[in-house]
């Protein structure tokens, strides 16, 4: 495990470049395996989900090459087969969720997959049952093994309708790969229609697909049979981008995110000026700063796309404890999504959650005995402690605190962080701030 040790106190100030999104250039990775040719991918940051999926791959038969520096990605699947050593699948699998989008390109690949136990954040019920329902639906049989899953297709897959029960970005994605080339029409209805699901259709599409997209949340796939490489530049990691954006407003700061995009950012942005941050977009980025006086407490729910990013939930939070007067947050995305805020709690911060739905409409969370609700108390000034970093974004909250707290902090398990963060220890010193890495 590795400690970070951080001296706060220091706005962040200066330029960092964030590259293509963690949530869509994994997926588009695995879309690489519905065809026989060469796939490019750009804009790819050097992360460790990157990492997981490139050995996932390559288990496979898939070769992949990957020029850091120009962040491009070459994939080709060649003749693909089941990995050699599901032991290999099991440890990648411990660190992501990943493995289980393989099953769709796998089954009409080799007609048969192999899906390991899964890991991944523990911030809220994540269930799997959907994919293989889905899958079975398709014509998939599934066999449970001692070390996972074994499916198979012997008559292929054949197109279904699926209704989702919400608009889960999973099980929008395992639809998308599996319907790509099912034979029939796939109507899915309460699909998501994140930024990076809706990049995740042009890489798609660009293969061959035909997929139509309705206002209603309705998702039209009709089959093919054959698709071919790609050659596409990923979005911005929006995730990325709010996170320093966040960073600068806790801190103090002043933060050009290069690379960052409007478009995928508006719910974002109109939340951030109301707070009481600033922010400038120009054409090559946006730039994030406070600008002086007090922030502005506020009510807020997170929810699905256009709404309001749960992902964006957690660092802002940090940002709000500097807020004046009371805040409320609803989150109805991820039940378990505040967990983070104990350790805030010892930094300091007045915080209180609750299992009732405040500030917002009910949500599917409601009665359910979930702690989804927090009501924040500002400004509090943040105090230097020990922290154990929870999972990918509460970690880099946790960072930020400790960015923005007096004193000096060490943040165990940073490790995480690499999941979706890229060279951010490089990033950190770009800003200014005071850290330094300790190995144990």
């Given at each position: 495990m590795t400690k970070l040790r951080v001296q706060g106190g220091t706005p962040l100030s200066g330029e960092i470049t964030v590259r293509g999104a963690k949530n869509f250039v994994s997926k588009a990775m695995v879309?690489?395996?519905?065809?026989?040719?060469?796939?490019?991918?750009?804009?790819?940051?050097?992360?460790?989900?990157?990492?997981?999926?490139?050995?996932?791959?390559?288990?496979?038969?898939?070769?992949?090459?990957?020029?850091?520096?120009?962040?491009?990605?070459s994939i080709t699947p060649g003749v693909t087969h089941l990995p050699e050593n599901?032991?290999?699948?099991?440890?990648?699998?411990?660190?992501?969720?990943?493995?289980?989008?393989?099953?769709?390109?796998?089954?009409?690949?080799?007609?048969e997959a192999f899906i390991p136990d899964l890991g991944g954040c523990h911030i809220g019920d994540r269930p799997v049952n959907f994919h293989l329902n889905v899958l079975e639906d398709f014509g998939a049989k599934r066999i449970q093994?001692?070390?996972g899953m074994h499916l198979v297709a012997p008559k292929g897959l054949k197109a279904r309708p699926v209704r989702l029960p919400y608009p889960s970005v999973g099980a929008t994605e395992q639809t998308l790969l599996t319907a790509v080339m099912a034979e029939g029409i796939t109507e899915l209805t309460n699909a998501a229609i994140e930024p990076e699901i809706m990049d995740l259709?042009?890489?798609?599409?660009?293969?061959?697909?035909?997929?139509?997209v309705d206002t209603d949340r309705t998702i039209r796939v009709e089959g093919v049979d054959r698709l071919v490489g790609f050659s596409h530049t990923a979005l911005p990691d929006r995730i990325e981008a709010g996170s320093w954006a966040c960073a600068a407003l806790a801190t103090g700061g002043d933060v050009f995110v290069r690379g960052a995009e409007q478009q995928a950012m508006t719910s974002f942005l109109n939340v951030f000026r109301k707070v009481g941050g600033a922010f400038?977009?120009?054409?090559?980025?946006?730039?994030?700063?406070?600008?002086?006086?007090e922030l502005h407490s506020m009510a807020l729910q997170t929810d699905v796309h256009p709404g309001f990013m749960t992902d964006w939930q957690q660092p802002l939070v940090v940002a709000l404890t500097q807020a004046s007067g009371i805040s409320i947050v609803h989150e109805t995305v991820y039940e378990n999504r505040f967990?983070?805020?104990?350790?805030?709690?010892?930094?300091?911060?007045?915080?209180?959650?609750?299992?009732?739905?405040?500030?917002?409409?009910?949500?599917?969370?409601?009665?359910?005995?979930?702690?989804?609700?927090?009501?924040?108390q500002g400004p509090t000034?943040?105090?230097?402690?020990?922290?154990?970093?929870?999972?990918?974004?509460?970690?880099?909250?946790?960072?930020?605190?400790?960015?923005?707290?007096?004193?000096?902090?060490?943040?165990?398990?940073?490790?995480?962080?690499?999941?979706?963060?890229?060279?951010?220890?490089?990033?950190?010193?770009?800003?200014?701030?005071?850290?330094?890495?300790?190995?144990?």
């Open positions: 879309a690489t395996l519905l065809a026989p040719e060469t796939s490019t991918l750009r804009n790819v940051p050097l992360i460790r989900d990157v990492e997981v999926v490139t050995e996932l791959l390559r288990l496979h038969g898939v070769q992949v090459d990957y020029d850091q520096e120009a962040g491009t990605l599901p032991e290999e699948m099991d440890r990648l699998a411990g660190s992501s969720r990943i493995p289980i989008l393989f099953a769709g390109p796998l089954l009409h690949n080799l007609g093994e001692p070390a259709i042009a890489v798609l599409q660009k293969m061959g697909a035909i997929i139509s400038d977009v120009r054409d090559d980025g946006i730039r994030f700063w406070h600008p002086g006086g967990g983070f805020t104990e350790a805030l709690v010892e930094m300091g911060a007045h915080i209180q959650t609750y299992r009732e739905c405040l500030g917002g409409l009910p949500c599917r969370f409601g009665q359910r005995n979930f702690y989804h609700s927090a009501v924040i000034k943040l105090h230097a402690a020990d922290i154990e970093v929870p999972d990918l974004r509460g970690g880099f909250s946790h960072l930020i605190a400790a960015l923005a707290a007096d004193g000096c902090s060490l943040v165990s398990g940073i490790d995480i962080i690499d999941r979706g963060y890229e060279h951010f220890m490089q990033k950190l010193g770009a800003l200014g701030a005071d850290v330094e890495k300790i190995a144990e």
